[in-house]
């Protein structure tokens, strides 16, 4: 098992890719703390994870706010001792227009959520692997649309590259502490919100579908096998990089 005896934190963990790596987590070996703004969604992620023998908590967390962020973390040590790895994975997508016509508020909420989430995330967790001493492993949900542009995405686009400069920056400031930063770039994946996307605006599903050379939607699993490389030592000498799951999607 890549991950025995690690505790690992899953934020955006009640479903789709969050869901999805939180079982992978524990498949191999970690210890998880499902975390969830919707705490149903979390508590029911983790009895899953219990009924398939591991040992799990799950937390109702705003990832915009420090304190909760902070209390978040503090629970997973309270409860499992130590955090070793975190997969910043909670995000937002509300933005379906061309950029004349987003809202302020809209710009806003990605950015609480998208940005500056990630970063209260990001900034509670190094403070406990530090405190540690014994390093520890950062993986971050990014997107495509943190590599490419997102037309009618670009406040998503924007916040989602503003993900993996903060992977970078962060991979190169703590790699020599021991805590490795990456991200993962989901292409189009078969979830609940791409789900959600689709039921909004059906004329989009042609090029959904056809957006991948491999020919079909991802799958959540298969980011979630991403994040479980990343998140292991088999990842040992990657740092501040962005994993690329997209099935071709840019490489055209």
Not at 83 to 90: P, S, T, V
């Amino acid at each position: 098992m890549k991950l025995q005896g690690k505790v690992a934190l899953v934020t955006g963990g009640g479903g789709g890719i969050g869901r999805a790596t939180a079982l992978a987590y524990q498949r191999e070996g970690a210890k998880v703390a499902v975390a969830d703004l919707n705490g149903e969604a979390a508590q029911a992620v983790a009895a899953e994870i219990e009924a398939a023998g591991g040992e799990a908590i799950a937390i109702a967390v705003d990832v915009t706010q420090s304190a909760q962020v902070e209390a978040m973390v503090k629970q997973v040590v309270t409860r499992f001792g130590r955090l070793d790895i975190a997969f910043n994975n909670a995000g937002i997508d509300i933005e379906h227009l061309p950029l004349h016509k987003a809202t302020e508020e809209e710009f806003d909420k990605l950015v609480a959520v998208n940005i500056k989430g990630v970063w209260l995330c990001m900034k509670h967790e190094i403070t406990q692997m530090l405190e540690q001493g014994s390093g520890g492993a950062i993986v971050n949900t990014s997107s495509v649309g943190g590599v490419i542009g997102a037309a009618r995405q670009p406040v998503y686009g924007a916040t989602k590259h503003a993900v993996l400069g903060l992977t970078r920056a962060a991979g190169v400031e703590y790699a020599r502490k021991g805590i490795r930063v990456n991200a993962v770039c989901p292409g189009i994946i078969d979830t609940e919100m791409t789900e959600r996307a689709i039921a909004r605006e059906p004329k989009r599903a042609p090029y959904i579908e056809q957006a991948h050379p491999i020919g079909r939607l991802g799958q959540a699993e298969e980011i979630a096998r991403a994040a479980v490389f990343l998140s292991s030592e088999d990842a040992s000498f990657v740092v501040g990089h962005p994993l690329l799951v997209d099935g071709g999607m840019t490489a055209r």
